[in-house]
């Protein structure tokens, strides 16, 4: 298959966020060949497309509970503990493994209307959450959730995912499904256990995603003894390989600068933060210190959507209110943190811009929009802002992953929406009378 995308503007999402006019993005089994402008395209015999608007890769959400579209909307105004013990856990006890699949399928559709290509997934139930990104024709970096709670073994969880790797190896051969240890956290898991799963993970050389800091309330007892939860992975043997902490809003300078040195990326997740009245995270001084920090959305019973455009606006606004200085971060650094930050913090060096080599993931905008009226010829820093600031998903029309065509018109072409939110209605009805 190979496919040229012709537009007035592409953003490849390069570490300096360039402003390409009249430029091509090459499509060729799957992955980038070529992008630049359109005068200096080598020759293409494949299909040719020319759109009316701008190009840029697929968003990267690098942290998502997407199963949980079907717990949409309770226990909106608790805080994070109650929130978690008083719904979402009850809840999800309750969840089949049918459940998760529907859950993940509408949230797989929701995302890639939004933009969204990939997301860093921690939940249960793997294979059939897997089985729905797969339907949907997105990506995912599926972390197994493990925690040692009532009803749970760790343990066995740990094995499960283990074998799953050793089976099936980390990364699918079309790079649509990443394996990963979702260790939930330093207050639902031992010192010793999170040593454990580390373990495991670095043997494989898997992601580990572990939830950080994100309520001032949630690890008082493992503050109390190690100063904080950073310190307690550097203590536990958790850092070193490669690891995503999520959230992360309660650092301190020193839990910073141990990130820094260790290669930690971060999922910065403003959204659900400020929902739940967790904090704004620090991102201005962990960008500052190198820190690799992505976007996340949380879960949709958490935010209460998955639009990593929203994110981008929310991290950007947060951060300078934060800091009472309007130019701490700016559109393009906000662009960056949904693509190539993202990647970045994953590990991932396949996804999350647009440059040769990396997987055909790519996003049309549709500028006939008010966002766009001062024109795409504007300045690139007018149009870098109406895009973060104005237009966010709303024109998002079309979407390719890996070069195939799986949103048009707004619309996904693999799964009927309709009879994905039909599947979502019918398991929060049943959870609710059950």
Same mark, same amino acid.
Request: proline share 4%; hydrophobic share 45%; charged share 20%.
């Given at each position: 298959?190979?496919? @040229? ?17 009249? #430029? ?31 190009? $840029? ?5 690098? *942290? ?48 890639? @209307? ?10 249960? *139930?793997?294979?059939?959450l897997v089985s729905s990104v797969r339907a949907a024709g997105s990506r995912v970096v599926f972390g197994s959730a493990i925690l040692d709670v009532l009803g749970m073994s760790w343990r066995s969880m740990t094995d499960e995912i283990s074998a799953w790797i050793d089976a099936d190896g980390l990364l699918s051969a079309d790079g649509r499904i990443e394996l990963a240890y979702g260790p939930h956290s330093a ?10 799963? #580390? ?39 958790? $850092?070193?390989? @490669?690891?995503?902490?999520? *959230? ?18 971060? &999922? ?12 704004? &995270? ?43 200085? &309007? ?47 001062? +024109? ?13 600031? &104005? ?10 992953? +890996? ?22 209605? #019918? ?8």
């Open positions: 298959m190979s496919l @040229r995308l012709h537009a007035p503007v592409v953003l490849p999402c390069d570490s300096s966020c360039s402003v390409l006019r009249d #430029a091509v993005v090459d499509v060729v089994d799957g992955r980038i060949t070529y992008v630049g402008g359109a005068a200096e395209a080598p020759a293409f015999d494949g299909e040719v497309r020319r759109l009316s608007g701008i190009l $840029l890769p697929g968003l990267v959400n690098t *942290h998502a509970h997407s199963p949980m579209t079907v717990l949409r909307g309770l226990g909106s105004d608790l805080p994070l503990l109650r929130w978690l013990q008083e719904h979402m856990w009850p809840n999800e006890a309750r969840m089949t493994a049918a459940d998760v699949g529907a859950g993940m399928l509408l949230g797989a559709v929701e995302m890639l @209307r939004h933009g969204v290509t990939t997301s860093a997934e921690m939940y249960f *139930h793997g294979p059939e207050y639902t898991l031992s010192p010793s256990q999170l040593t454990s799963i #580390a373990q495991e993970a670095r043997a494989r050389g898997a992601l580990l995603m572990v939830h950080v800091a994100e309520s001032p309330f949630e690890d008082e007892a493992q503050r109390a003894e190690y100063g904080s939860v950073p310190a307690l992975l550097k203590a536990s043997d958790v $850092l070193g390989g @490669r690891v995503l902490s999520a *959230h992360s809003v309660h650092l301190s300078d020193d839990d910073i600068a141990l990130y820094a040195s260790f290669g930690v990326g971060v &999922a910065h997740c403003p959204g659900s933060n400020a929902k739940l009245a967790s904090g704004i &995270a620090r991102v201005p001084e962990m960008l500052a210190a190198g820190v690799s920090v992505g976007l996340g959305t949380d879960g949709p019973a958490s935010n209460d959507d998955l639009d990593l455009f929203e994110e981008a606006r929310l991290a950007g606004m947060f951060a300078r209110v934060s800091k009472m200085d &309007a130019t701490v971060l700016g559109a393009a650094q906000a662009l960056l943190m949904a693509t190539r930050g993202g990647a970045a913090a994953l590990g991932r060096d396949d996804i999350g811009a647009l440059e040769a080599g990396r997987w055909g993931d790519v996003v049309h905008i549709d500028a006939d929009d008010p966002a766009f009226a001062t +024109g795409l010829d504007a300045p690139d820093s007018q149009l870098l802002a109406n895009l973060v600031w &104005a237009s966010g998903a709303r024109r998002v029309t079309d979407v390719w992953v +890996g070069g195939e065509h799986v949103v048009t018109g707004g619309e996904a072409t693999r799964v009927d929406r309709q009879e994905a939110q039909a599947g979502v209605t #019918a398991v929060a009805r049943r959870l609710r009378t059950t």
